[in-house]
């Protein structure tokens, strides 16, 4: 990645921040962009216009395009169907066209719940079913880019974790909020399956593959799998509060009205295609939140 020229969509996010740092690392020439940042480091761009996007591939040129732009909240892609598909669909299709017009290698972001989650996991090679209109729209992405690129990277996420206290907008620091309100009971699902993926390893894990010019699709998760009560109780553990905590196991059905929108049984995934080409070292996720676990350890100290 040395003075390799790389567009970064989405850059402002949880993942975004754990590419940009291995990129800087690596001492790439970085254009990182999103639609809402307060970050002077990270340039405006809007991924559904794609003249404004032509004009950032005709003046940046990047070699290669990192494709993390897309609305991820399942529910706002519920009620707000269109912008969605503009979003996630349309916004990949144009970065896949300049891409190809530009000669650019796209890397593009996509997710476990492309699945339908009727079977307990799922590898590289089985059939997506897509549920609600978040999945729908990424895995068109995934299906646009496969049949319009010969030079591409997909990369299949599982449950997001990392960013840290300002960053993570998903699960981990939910909890931890909750906690830092002051509530000392927390009621969790137990009937969703997934396998947490720490952004750190996912990032650095791309790059040796991408290093490679190992060109496909591929399943990149953290190792094992569990149940969104196991990452919670694994996480309260960790922070040492588990005496202050009660968890209490709950059914999908409790949060029904707040969380509305489909989403599969399990969207645990195996790393099938990176294990056999020995490329697969992202590490167990409960090691993985142990390591990140010290960042609120540290952040709730100073509470």
Same mark, same amino acid.
């Given at each position: ?10 850059? $402002? ?8 740092? =291995? /990129? ?5 020439? @970085? /254009? ?22 032509? +004009? ?15 609305? =991820? ?31 650019? #290698? ?31 729209? +990424? *895995?068109?992405?995934? %299906?646009? %880019? #496969?049949?319009?690129?010969?030079? *591409?990277? @997909? ?24 906690? !830092? ?7 969790? %699902? ?26 496909? /699709? ?23 509060? #588990? $005496?202050? @905590?009660?968890?209490?196991? %709950? ?22 295609? /990176? ?12 090691? !993985?939140?142990?390591?990140?676990? +010290? ?6 100290? +100073?509470?």
């Amino acid at each position: 990645m040395k003075d390799r020229r790389v567009l970064v969509t989405g850059a $402002s996010g949880m993942l975004g921040e754990a590419i940009l740092q =291995v /990129l800087v690392e690596k001492q790439a020439n @970085i /254009l990182a962009t999103d639609i809402t940042t307060t970050e002077p480091k990270i340039s405006y761009l809007d991924i559904r216009d794609i003249n404004q996007c032509n +004009k950032i591939f005709h003046e940046f040129k990047p070699n290669i395009v990192f494709h993390l732009g897309a609305l =991820v909240d399942l529910e706002y892609c519920e009620l707000n169907a269109d912008v969605a598909w503009l979003t996630n669909a349309l916004g990949t299709e144009n970065i896949a066209l300049l891409s190809k017009k530009y000669d650019a #290698q796209m890397v593009y972001i996509s997710t476990a719940g492309v699945f339908d989650g009727d079977e307990d996991v799922y590898n590289d090679f089985d059939a997506p079913n897509p549920l609600g209109i978040y999945a729908k729209s +990424k *895995y068109y992405g995934e %299906v646009f %880019v #496969q049949q319009y690129l010969s030079e *591409y990277y @997909i990369f299949r996420a599982g449950w997001m974790m990392g960013g840290g206290v300002i960053k993570d907008k998903k699960f981990i620091n939910k909890i931890y909020k909750k906690i !830092c309100s002051g509530v000392n009971e927390l009621f969790i %699902v137990e009937d969703k399956l997934g396998t947490p993926t720490y952004t750190y390893d996912f990032a650095r894990n791309m790059f040796n593959v991408i290093e490679l010019g190992y060109f496909g /699709l591929y399943n990149q998760v953290s190792l094992g799998g569990g149940s969104r009560y196991d990452v919670a109780e694994e996480f309260i553990n960790l922070l040492g509060l #588990q $005496s202050n @905590i009660k968890l209490n196991k %709950v059914g999908s059905a409790y949060f029904s009205q707040e969380f509305f929108a489909p989403r599969p049984q399990s969207e645990k995934l195996i790393n099938l295609k /990176l294990e056999a080409r020995g490329l697969n070292q992202m590490r167990h996720w409960k090691d !993985c939140l142990k390591e990140y676990s +010290k960042v609120f350890l540290n952040h709730y100290g +100073k509470i």
